[in-house]
């Protein structure tokens, strides 16, 4: 069956923004954000960290110190750009993959880690720092985040609120329904959905007929960007310019960063090789957002080996100086999950609560 001209109008609407190709050259000079080249480095520095920081939690995991971890290493561009762009004061809704964003908008390594160990300390976000603990149902934060942005514009404040999923969460009930709402009452929400090709095993083109996810902003009545994912400038301008529409009283962004994720779903057994060819992760790879990053500051004076080494060293540094620190964390005790649970505990758990209290004193 023909496609209807306005399906194709609307699957033309949505290429691929991008500023700078594999190669690490500007090719869309008029979108570039300004940055300084202390920025440029910047963002370059935490590229780098997070890539050795993903490293090492993989390793982490795979000894028995770390528990659920979700690798994020191809998705550095799209995860460093998007938080870049935000102010201090904007709130942040995690997937359980955006551990980097939210440590990068104020919360500790050492937090980061005992969250992933489900400690119950790695859930109490530190005061001041706008940020909800990483949501592990698919989709969940999709809701939450146009109920946050809603309640920033009734209270009339001066902020966003951005939210982040996968491609697989945007073919869930909790995506439609978090993005209609928000586009409804106008508020200022950021959805970032980071299309890395497969909802654990299931590639994208097996979850929508629609060519692109951006598009879905159509129906929802919202603004809708597709974005190179690996490009980490185009990243940072695309959401740089979603939430400026949201402070202006225009609404709510939809932006899909294409990208890629280089190791399995979650350390939780997934295994990548069972889906994914190796010519298929051999052509993502060329785009890698380091690589060409590196390429475009290495042309223009602002990087080199030794600045990259430095960055590699203090990321294990820190690491290893968190992970120490998670160690030193209290056990968890049945009464401190039943003491945060209620305020006022019913009559049989109390009992339940005095038993458990009495083995622990033991």
């Known amino acids: 069956m023909e496609k209807s001209k306005t399906l194709e109008q609307v699957e033309n609407q949505f290429e691929m923004f991008q500023i700078m190709n594999e190669d690490g050259e500007i090719v869309n000079e008029e979108a570039m954000p300004e940055l300084s080249d202390d920025e440029l480095k910047e ?44 102010d201090e004061k904007d709130w942040i809704l995690p997937g359980y993959r955006d551990i980097p964003q939210i440590v990068y908008h104020g919360v500790s390594l050492e937090q980061a880690f005992l969250w992933s160990r489900g400690h119950f300390q790695g859930g109490q976000m530190p005061e001041g720092v706008n940020v909800m603990m990483p949501q592990i149902i698919i989709g969940a934060q999709i809701t939450q985040t146009a109920g946050v942005a809603l309640g920033l514009k009734r209270k009339q404040k001066d902020n966003v609120a951005i939210t982040y999923t996968g491609d ?28 890395n090709q497969f909802a654990i095993s299931v590639p994208v083109e097996k979850q929508s007929a629609a060519e692109t996810i951006a598009q879905k902003a159509v129906a929802a009545g919202i603004h809708g960007v597709q974005v190179d ?60 957002p380091l690589v060409r990053f590196r390429k475009y500051l290495e042309n223009k004076g602002l990087w080199s080996e030794e600045a990259e080494n430095e960055t590699v060293e203090q990321a294990k540094e820190d690491i290893k100086d968190a992970i120490k620190k998670a160690d030193g964390a209290p056990k968890q005790k049945v009464t401190d999950l039943m003491d945060l649970m209620y305020e006022e505990m019913p009559q049989n758990l109390k009992e339940q609560y005095e038993e458990f209290e009495a083995k622990e004193s033991k």
């Open 168 to 195: 697989g969460g945007a073919s869930q009930g909790d995506f439609y329904e978090g993005i209609n709402f928000a586009g409804a009452y106008n508020a200022p929400g950021i959805f970032v959905v980071q299309n």
């Open 43 to 86: 963002l370059m520095k935490r590229m780098v960290y997070t890539r050795i920081w993903d490293q090492r939690a993989i390793s982490l995991n795979r000894q028995g110190r770390l528990g659920f971890y979700a690798p994020v290493a191809g998705q550095e561009a799209s995860m460093i750009g998007s938080q870049y762009a935000l």
């Open 229 to 288: 994912g690996m490009d980490i400038l185009a990243v940072l301008a695309a959401t740089h310019e979603a939430r400026k529409r949201g402070l202006e009283g225009n609404g709510p962004s939809l932006i899909e960063t294409v990208c890629f994720r280089y190791g399995p779903h979650t350390m939780a057994g997934d295994d990548p090789t069972r889906y994914r060819s190796s010519e298929t992760e051999d052509e993502w790879e060329k785009k890698d």
